[in-house]
C-alpha cells in the first residue's frame, strides 16, 4: 500500500482480554519496528523485525507481549492478559533499508483497557 | 534507559515568527532526528542529521547535530498555520543503528 497501515485503529478491550494489534508494512520494506507511545509522551521502542526475523525485543515490557513477522511483511503484537497500564497508542514503522533511521509510521491503534 | 530532554513543552507563536527548540541527551549519539505529529497521524520525519557539526535545512526548517553529539536543535523559520503539530526530537545511540529514543515533544501553537 501507499504507507504503513494497521488495524484496528482504536481498540477497546476489558481487563485480561488478549488482543492482537496488526501492521501492515510499506510493500518491499525489509524492516519493521513496533513503538509504543503513550499520552504525552514519545514514541518507546518495543520490537524490530529484518525480514520475518524478530531480531530486537528488548523493549517489549513483560512475556505477555509478544510479536511475529512470519513472512516478513505484515506483523502481529499480541498483547496478553491485558491491563490498564497497557492503554497506549501503538505504532508500527517500516523502512526500506535493514537497520534503518529513516522509518516511515502508521497512524497507530489507540488501545484503551477497562 | 536514555533519556531526552526536549524544550520548550509548548509554545504558541504569531504565524511569521521564528521558533527554536532543542533536545539533549546524557549520552552520544550517533545520529539525531526530527519528526512533526500532526493530530490523529503518526511521526513524519523532517530532518535526519548523521555528523556532528552537521547544519541541514529542508525548506524553511534547519536541524543542527551538536558538536558534542549530546545535543541537537530545530529552528522553524517563518511560522505559518500548518506549522502547528507536535515536534519530536528522535536520537540513536551507537551499538544500534535502528533503536530510536524520543524525546517527550514540543507542542506548537501558530495563531494567524
Known amino acids: 500500500g501507499a504507507g504503513v497501515s494497521q488495524s484496528p485503529r482504536y481498540k477497546v478491550t476489558k481487563r485480561g482480554q488478549d488482543v492482537a494489534l496488526r501492521c501492515d508494512p510499506i510493500?518491499?520494506?525489509?524492516?519493521l519496528y513496533w513503538y509504543r507511545q503513550a499520552l504525552g509522551q514519545g514514541p518507546e521502542f518495543l520490537t524490530y523485525?529484518?525480514?520475518?526475523?524478530?531480531?530486537?525485543k528488548s523493549g517489549l515490557p513483560n512475556d505477555r507481549f509478544s510479536a511475529e513477522r512470519p513472512e516478513g511483511s505484515i506483523s502481529t503484537l499480541t498483547i496478553q492478559r491485558t491491563e490498564q497500564r497497557d492503554s497506549a497508542m501503538y505504532r508500527c514503522?517500516?523502512?526500506?533499508?535493514?537497520?534503518?533511521?529513516?522509518?516511515?509510521f502508521g497512524q497507530g491503534t489507540r488501545l484503551t483497557v477497562v | 534507559g536514555q533519556q531526552l530532554n526536549q524544550s520548550p513543552q509548548s509554545m504558541f507563536i504569531q504565524e511569521g515568527e521564528d521558533v527554536s527548540m532543542n533536545c539533549t541527551s546524557s549520552?552520544?549519539?550517533?545520529?539525531w532526528l526530527w519528526y512533526k505529529q500532526d493530530p490523529g497521524e503518526g511521526p513524519v520525519l523532517l530532518i535526519a542529521?548523521?555528523?556532528?557539526?552537521e547544519l541541514t535545512s529542508n525548506g524553511r526548517l534547519t536541524a543542527q547535530f551538536g558538536i558534542t553529539r549530546k545535543d541537537s536543535f530545530l529552528n522553524i523559520s517563518a511560522s505559518i498555520p500548518s506549522d502547528v503539530g507536535i515536534y519530536f526530537c528522535?536520537?540513536?545511540?551507537?551499538?544500534?543503528?535502528?533503536?530510536?529514543?524520543f524525546g517527550k515533544g514540543t507542542l506548537l501553537t501558530v495563531n494567524p
Open positions: 514503522a517500516s523502512s526500506v533499508r535493514e537497520e534503518s533511521t529513516e522509518a516511515f
Open positions: 510493500s518491499g520494506h525489509v524492516s
Open positions: 523485525f529484518n525480514y520475518e526475523a524478530q531480531q530486537d
Open positions: 549520552s552520544i549519539f550517533n545520529t
Open positions: 542529521l548523521y555528523k556532528a557539526g
Open positions: 528522535a536520537g540513536q545511540e551507537g551499538g544500534s543503528n535502528y533503536k530510536l529514543t
